[in-house]
Antibody, heavy 119, light 108 residues
């Protein structure tokens, strides 16, 4: 059974940093690309970042480029999202999602973790 | 960036009836389109990939069609559990991976 569990969300002041984690189980983590996707309050879905199965390639949405960093530890079956210089518009539920075999859509999702950026 | 536009924003349909949801891409994307269903408080669930192939465990009442720039998700006979928000997403040209803004399917 595929399981993805996000953690690390919370309330943070504008300009501060936060690191999200996504622990996975039930599949061979090191064989899959992983994404972060976010959803603002009452809003639609926004793709945030992608990391290749081996960590060698990373892509970011323009809205977070230079502020967010995606990484992974294949020995710990965990993907991370380091978020810095946070803004109010980064407030969202952040989901990690498994890439479907290099096709760049998402066949399994975590339940999400809420990040609120507020003073 | 490819812009995905869904219509209508909200669709009101009675249980047992057919629902037809549309998604348009700003550029040709072949069949590189997926549909997700999202219920309140839950993560999205993959329904359709490759524009028309149902994901594992998805009932046959869900069907997808289209290619190029125009796509349709049809739910043939609505069940109570089908009332949710539906998103399309293109994976032909990235980054970025882009979603439509969603169609809310509500009970009439």
């Amino acid at each position: 059974q595929v399981l993805l569990v996000e953690s690390g969300g919370g309330v943070v002041q504008p300009g501060r940093s936060l690191r999200l984690s996504c622990a996975v189980s039930g599949f061979t983590f090191s064989s899959y690309g992983m994404h972060w996707v976010r959803q603002g309050p009452g809003q639609g879905l926004e793709w945030v970042a992608l990391i290749w199965y081996d960590g060698s390639v990373k892509y970011y949405a323009e809205s977070v480029k230079g502020r967010f960093t995606i990484s992974r530890d294949n020995s710990q079956n965990t993907v991370y999202l380091q978020m810095s210089s946070l803004r109010a518009e980064d407030t969202a539920v952040y989901y990690c999602a498994r890439d479907q075999g290099g096709s760049f859509y998402f066949d399994d999702w975590g339940r999400g973790t809420l990040v609120t950026v507020s003073s | 960036e490819i812009v995905m536009t869904q219509s209508p924003a909200t669709l009101s349909v009675s249980p047992g009836e057919r629902a037809t949801l549309s998604c348009r891409a700003s550029q040709h994307i072949g069949s590189n389109l997926v549909w997700y269903q999202q219920k309140p408080g839950q993560a999205p669930r993959l329904l359709i990939y490759g524009a028309s192939t149902r994901a594992t465990g998805i009932p046959a009442r869900f069907s997808g069609s289209g290619s190029g720039t125009e796509f349709t998700l049809t739910i043939s006979s609505l069940q109570s559990e089908d009332f949710a928000v539906y998103y399309c997403q293109q994976y032909n040209d990235w980054p970025p991976i882009t979603f439509g803004q969603g169609t809310r399917l509500e009970i009439k």
